[in-house]
């Protein structure tokens, strides 16, 4: 069974940054992609980024320009820098990886959340 584990969300003022890491119990490049969702109260999950086992990422236009997914292969982490946070960034963060092989089952993993809040 694959584990997630994330780590580094916590309350910080507008404007702030923080860095999100999730780490993985096997080999992240095992994985398709990995990703950051969210979710915020009375709000659906959506995705933030995503970062392919190639090495593509992309963003959710609302925190484009201020967020950046990376990954460390020797270390099996996905962390999310996250800038310029705004209130409206509050939210559970999870992080996701997806396996998909021809001819089974997609296989998908959630990690457990991190809180971020953001105070204006």
């Known amino acids: 069974q694959v584990q997630l584990v994330e780590s580094g969300g916590g309350l910080v003022q507008a404007g702030g940054s923080l860095r999100l890491s999730c780490a993985a119990s096997r080999s992240i490049f095992s994985f398709n992609a990995m990703g950051w969702y969210r979710q915020a109260p009375g709000k659906q999950r959506e995705l933030v980024a995503r970062i392919t086992n190639r090495g593509s990422t992309n963003y959710t236009d609302s925190v484009k320009g201020r967020c950046t997914v990376s990954r460390d292969m020797t270390k099996n982490t996905v962390d999310l820098q996250l800038n310029s946070l705004k209130p409206e960034d509050t939210a559970i963060y999870y992080c996701?990886?997806?396996?998909?092989?021809?001819?089974?089952?997609?296989?998908?993993?959630w990690g457990q959340g991190t809180q971020v809040t953001v105070s204006s």
């Open positions: 996701n990886a997806v396996v998909l092989r021809l001819g089974a089952p997609r296989e998908e993993y």
